[in-house]
């Protein structure tokens, strides 16, 4: 006796298991094209909004961040290349070294396109912090520096020379 319950579709009729198995690989396969597209989306975006500059850490973290979003993006074709034979091959039941090996390269494809995918962006977003970060150090040491002027010193509520604050009278804390 079958203890799983049998999948339904919308008018109430179940569906054969033939049929899941293609819903479940026509999904992957979309699945698959939306990753790849993502990724070379991804990379066709970040290259043209660089500013690049070789003396500085944050381009070679960008071209880093290149680097793994191409990788991620070839791993997927080859992904999506590898795909329709072996689900060819598995509508057939072939269950030989050939169609294991290509499983192995499928699953190995996958893997590399998504973790150099999520490196890749996460390098490219320390890149673009990194040159944030870097243009903000410049203009703050470019930016004069300004001193106590001698209005400051005392008042209430204002930084002494000695960086503290002076003590205020109970009349002060009354009224305010």
Known sequence: MDTKPPEFNRAGQVFP???????????????????????????????????LDLSKWSTWIELLAWLCLL??????LVRLTLAPGHYLGMSVWRHDKKHKRRGTRIQR????HMVALYVGLV??????GWAAIEESAAADQAAPVTSLNSASVGAV?????????????????CHG
């Open 17 to 51: 298991i033939q049929e899941l198995r293609a819903r479940g690989m026509d999904m992957n396969i979309k699945v698959a094209f939306f990753t790849v597209g993502l990724t070379f989306g991804a990379l066709s975006l970040a290259i043209p909004s660089a500013t």
């Open 71 to 76: 990788t991620s993006g070839l791993a997927g």
């Open 109 to 112: 494809s996958y893997r590399l």
């Open 123 to 128: 390098i490219l977003a320390v890149a673009r």
């Open 157 to 173: 509520g204002k930084e002494t020379p000695r960086g503290r604050f002076p003590r205020r009278t109970a009349a002060q804390r």
